[in-house]
């Protein structure tokens, strides 16, 4: 059985650590990593996110079951698919602007797949979940309106989605599960809910 009473974070910038403080506000415990050792990192976080306990990125997902990718997808050939074996991985990843891509995921686009089901083959031993990727730092950080803006959680794994979508809950948002990765790419970049609040209903009619 799964738990998200403590959650990693790899990618300590502007939406890990934003991810961080929604979650600790929420009472969950927090590991962060980034590229710098968690000494390193001792400043950033006391800015960014301080309840968050700095950890090495390779030891992300020692005792967590749910890791949050929120490292550039640039950078993706230096997380080794290692690290977040057996977890459930959640891909709030995106390709921003002309932003280069490693040569796999740039072939994995090409060949017509979503970015989170090119992530999904670069890390074929965890359950990749697509969610939080259409967040935007400052709206993770925004104080609650009356109605929840809506966060959709997509997976090809049915439990997986369960329980990323109780963990964007419990983070103040609506969740909208999509049944398939592939249906992720209605909140990709360039989509009508990409950065822009949505009602749960709104989105569902996105994800048509
Ligand atoms: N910014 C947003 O509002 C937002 C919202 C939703 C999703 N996203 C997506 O989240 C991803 C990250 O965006 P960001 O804005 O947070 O970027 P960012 O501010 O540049 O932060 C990137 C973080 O990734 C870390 N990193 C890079 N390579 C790594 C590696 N090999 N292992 C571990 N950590 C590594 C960096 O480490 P160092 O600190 O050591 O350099 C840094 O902490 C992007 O794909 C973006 O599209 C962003």
């Keep these: 059985m799964s738990s998200f009473d403590r959650i ?19 009472g969950l415990e927090v590991h962060i990593a980034s590229t710098r050792t968690p000494s390193q990192m001792r400043y950033h976080l006391m800015q960014y996110a301080p309840q968050a306990r700095a950890v090495h990125a390779e030891e992300i997902a ?3 079951d749910l890791v949050i990718l929120a490292v550039p997808q640039e950078d993706l050939d230096d997380v080794d698919p ?8 959640v891909d709030a990843t995106n390709r ?11 072939q994995g686009l090409a060949s017509g797949l979503s970015s989170s089901e090119v992530i999904a083959q670069r890390f074929p031993e965890a359950r ?3 969610a939080l990727n259409h967040i935007s730092h400052w709206a ?8 929840a803006r809506a966060a959709m959680v997509a997976a090809d794994d049915p439990a997986a989605a369960q329980l990323v979508a109780q963990f964007v809950t419990a983070l103040g948002f609506e ?5 398939s990765l592939a249906a992720g790419r209605h909140a990709e970049p360039g989509t009508p809910y990409f950065n822009v609040a949505a009602t749960a209903a709104q989105l ?3 994800l048509l």
């Design 8 to 26: 990693g974070i790899l990618g300590a910038g502007r939406a890990g650590t934003a991810i961080a403080r929604a979650a600790t506000r929420a």
């Design 62 to 64: 020692d005792g967590v």
């Design 128 to 130: 990749v979940v697509k």
């Design 96 to 106: 921003w602007e002309n932003e280069p891509l490693p040569a796999w995921f740039e």
């Design 82 to 89: 290692v690290w977040v074996a057996q977890r459930i991985l």
């Design 140 to 147: 993770m950080d925004a104080p609650q309106t009356a109605e």
């Design 204 to 206: 569902k009619q996105a």
């Design 175 to 179: 969740a909208v599960v999509a049944e």
